[in-house]
């Protein structure tokens, strides 16, 4: 006897008229036209039904802030790191908690159901990681929380940053962050990641950087990070996240560099939507774009995911935890709008994503966690263009988030690949 089927579901690989049998949380079978008795059946009717979204990089301390005490009218990175930092003395842990906890809420209802998040250890009160500790244990019945220690000010250029970060990681981080390109000088950014790595190597945990999120061609900390990944044997355990100099350095350097990623087997976050707004704020035209050199990493056999990093904070006023939307982004701001392009942005925001963030029992597979979305569209590619409804959202077999499918539907006869859906409540007037 199953607790849940779903029957007639499209899968992201590919595969249609799938039917998924679950109990007890897991997956027990994913075939087509599988009968089993079930005390719930689901038909998905066609539509599709996708492991849920990851977000690899976000920064959860600082959600909902978007105002507080003022908004960043330059839009820069930097005038993001000075905001955050006058609005740090005015936190409270109640206001913390009580924003972190409304936007996984939102993530939720949006099939968002792992994220990492990175937390600043600056300060020694370390009330971001204890308000984040905290969120991460009231959320953990339903959204899984990876915490990285990121020395928001530098893990040199502030004082007592290394003791504070280590403080944090002693209190239950899970990851080792950093920021090398915000210390004074290029030489104290290359020894904040030797020291960091080295922490990472004595404690036995993950490294995910910030590194290089700058237009600065010449600042080429990935290449550290790459060298003491190896030097330590720590392949695969290392994510760079944001690589942003990446896009404006020399072609010549940026080939011989990429080799050397994909030696250290690194993983990568790009993301899209900070990136693109932070970053050619200094050009005048024409104006870069910031993203890093995600199709040719992809081709190099890296492991590049998508993160939000931001939503209505000191660095960005929108966004809603909306993964479709970063893979949108993403897309045309890479220019992957190939098929296989197209299908690789929707692996960033799930099957890469979860993969660098070492998530087990991920997939639509027998034996995984019943942890699924089913969206209203057919396939990967039209679940970005539509930035589909998430029907519903089960995380280890219990459904968590429903939505109403799109009320209009306008199917055109005969052209399927130009059905569209229109918004709910919307009437085409003949
Ligand atoms: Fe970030």
């Known amino acids: 006897m199953l607790d849940l089927l779903i029957t007639h579901a499209s899968l992201p690989d590919g595969r249609s008229d799938m039917s998924v049998g679950v109990t007890e949380g897991r997956i027990?079978?994913?075939?087509?036209?599988?009968?089993?008795?079930?005390?719930?059946?689901?038909?998905?009717?066609g539509l599709l039904l996708a492991p849920h979204f990851c977000d690899p990089h976000f920064h959860m301390d600082a959600t909902l802030s978007y105002g507080l005490p003022r908004v960043n009218r330059s839009g820069t990175l930097l005038e993001g790191i000075a905001l955050w930092g006058e609005l740090k003395p005015l936190l409270t842990e109640e206001a913390l908690v009580e924003r972190a906890l409304c936007y996984c809420d939102w993530a939720v209802a949006r099939g968002l159901l792992a994220i990492r998040t990175h937390v600043d250890t600056s300060d020694p009160s370390l009330l971001p990681v204890r308000a984040m500790l905290e969120v991460k244990r009231k959320v953990a019945s339903y959204l899984d929380l990876q915490l990285v220690a990121f020395p928001q000010d530098g893990v040199l250029r502030s004082a007592g940053g290394l003791n504070n970060l280590r403080r944090a990681l002693d209190l239950g981080v899970d990851v080792v962050g950093g920021i090398p390109h915000f210390e004074r000088t290029m030489a104290d950014g290359a020894l904040s990641v030797s020291l960091l790595c080295e922490e990472a190597e004595r404690r036995a945990l993950p490294v995910d950087m910030h590194c290089d999120e700058t237009d600065d061609p010449m600042s080429r900390h990935v290449e550290t990070l790459c060298s003491e990944t190896l030097r330590r044997g720590l392949q695969g355990r290392v994510t760079g996240s944001h690589l942003t100099s990446m896009h404006s350095m020399d072609n010549a350097y940026a080939s011989k560099l990429i080799a050397l990623m994909a030696e250290s087997r690194m993983g990568v976050v790009a993301n899209p939507l900070i990136n693109i707004t932070l970053q050619g704020r200094h050009d005048h035209y024409p104006k870069r774009r910031g993203l890093t050199r995600v199709p040719e990493l992809i081709a190099a056999g890296l492991r590049v995911a998508f993160g939000h990093d931001c939503v209505m904070d000191p660095w960005y006023a929108l966004g809603s935890g909306d993964m479709l939307e970063v893979a949108h982004m993403g897309l045309h701001a890479t220019h992957m709008t190939s098929q296989e392009g197209m299908r690789q942005c929707f692996e960033a925001v799930t099957t890469q994503a979860a993969s660098l963030m070492h998530l087990s029992n991920y997939g639509i597979?027998?034996?995984?966690?019943?942890?699924?979305?089913?969206?209203?569209?057919?396939?990967?590619?039209?679940?970005?263009?539509?930035?589909?409804?998430r029907l519903k959202v089960w995380r280890c077999g219990r459904l968590l988030a429903r939505s109403p499918a799109p009320e209009a539907c306008l199917a055109l006869p005969g052209r399927p690949s130009t059905t569209g859906f229109m918004p709910a409540g919307a009437q085409r007037i003949p």
């Open 28 to 45: 027990v079978a994913v075939e087509a036209g599988l009968k089993a008795p079930s005390a719930e059946v689901v038909n998905a009717q």
């Open 365 to 389: 597979e027998a034996g995984c966690n019943a942890s699924f979305v089913l969206l209203h569209a057919r396939d990967p590619v039209e679940a970005i263009r539509l930035r589909a409804a």
